[in-house]
């Protein structure tokens, strides 16, 4: 058992400490913003259904056994054994302007062509899914619960402040600063908030074929959440939300059947993008792990990184352990 800091009380921390908790690790999180803030926390404005969007490397996400579907397993294991999770099952159909399977389809066990129009002047295909969605406030409550030690707040500077025998760094866009990695960057998203009524709460629907005309519709137990963008932003200025992108959101549900939508408030947040999640052992200070990066898709990865992080945790404590000169290994 070794003694572990996370760094970040986002989908990403709070999952990993669970994950480090449950393999019998002492876990104390430490976090800048919680699931009470009103900002700095993107997990807060995301749709959290499960699809994995702007996020690598590949080989990692999909496959059968890769994160998105170890936490696909894990999301649907909860859908059906505690509701008060806030995580539900959900029909998804996505839009493709492909017949071939999605890179990621590997990870979902019921993935099937709905539907081929082809008579259009383009071909549209329709992918089905069931697809686990978190209800981010309900669920990043109960995570945070399920932990033994309360999550602490406070800014972390530098990783040398940090106590703890190992440390596990979940800061997503933090980590520009803190992991000084200029290649995690801000993209912009922003959702409207619907009223449910007039929607199948049990469907969701997303098209991603136009990049700067993204359209998703995800509803919750009691609001529908409408999107979407993706569009760079600056790490360091705040996600606000424009009436200009809300009315763009509001054109595009019209166009594709939503018309009677009654709007409750509009979201916006930083999704922390990098080419590839990082996930691994820092080279130049081993006692840090690191695990940020997952663009659009925390929720999609959570758990199957939080697996991973664990099994890196738990190969520094069997190396103390058998450490034959009786003194703690440096992790
Ligand atoms: C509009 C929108 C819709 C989305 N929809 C989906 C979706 O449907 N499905 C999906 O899978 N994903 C979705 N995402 C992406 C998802 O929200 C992110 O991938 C995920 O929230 C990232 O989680 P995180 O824990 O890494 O970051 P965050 O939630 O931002 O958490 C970071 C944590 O680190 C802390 N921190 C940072 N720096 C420091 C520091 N120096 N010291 C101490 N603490 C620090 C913060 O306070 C916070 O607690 C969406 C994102 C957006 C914006």
Redo the contacts with the bound molecule.
């Keep these: 058992m070794a003694s572990v800091t996370v ?7 709070l999952s990993t400490a669970l994950a480090l908790q449950q393999r019998g690790h002492r876990v104390h999180v ?5 699931s009470g ?1 009103t900002s ?12 994995p ?1 702007k996020v690598g490397p590949v080989d990692r996400v999909g496959g059968r056994d890769g994160w998105a579907a170890r936490t696909r397993r894990w999301l649907t294991e909860l859908a059906h054994s505690d509701p008060s999770a806030g995580v539900d099952l959900l029909i998804r159909e996505e839009l493709s302007d492909s017949p071939a399977i999605p890179w990621w389809g590997d990870a979902s066990d019921d993935l099937r062509l709905q539907r081929a129009d082809t008579n259009g002047p383009v071909p549209v295909y329709t992918w089905r899914f069931t697809a686990p969605r978190c209800e981010p406030a309900i669920f990043l409550t109960w995570l945070e619960a399920l932990l033994h030690q309360p999550v602490e707040r ?4 530098s990783f040398a402040d940090v106590p703890g025998e190992i440390v596990v760094n ?6 520009r ?2 992991a000084n990695d200029a290649s995690v960057e801000a993209v912009f ?3 409207v908030i619907a009223a449910s009524d007039g929607f199948d709460l049990s469907l969701c629907a997303g098209d991603e074929r136009f990049a700067d005309a993204v359209f998703y519709v ?1 509803p919750r137990r009691n609001e529908v959440v409408l ?2 963008c993706a569009i760079p932003h600056d790490a360091e200025t705040p ?1 606000v939300p424009t009436d200009e992108i809300s009315a763009d959101i509001l054109a595009r549900a019209r166009a594709k059947g939503f018309h009677a939508v009654r709007v409750v408030r509009s ?6 993008c990098r080419p590839e999640v990082r996930l691994e052992r820092d080279l130049h200070d081993p006692r840090v792990i690191h695990n ?1 990066g ?8 959570a758990w199957g990184c939080a697996l991973d992080v664990a099994g890196l945790v738990d190969a520094s404590a069997a190396g103390r352990i058998g450490n034959s000169t009786g003194v703690p290994a440096k992790f």
């Design positions: 760094i970040g009380a986002g989908v990403i921390g430490i976090a800048a913003a919680s803030s700095g926390l993107t997990s807060l404005a995301a749709g959290a259904v499960w699809y969007f406070q800014h972390v500077r979940c800061t997503g866009l933090g980590s600063a803190l998203g922003q959702t995800i999107g979407g996600a979201s916006a947040g930083l999704r922390p940020y997952h663009g659009g898709g925390g929720y999609t990865l």
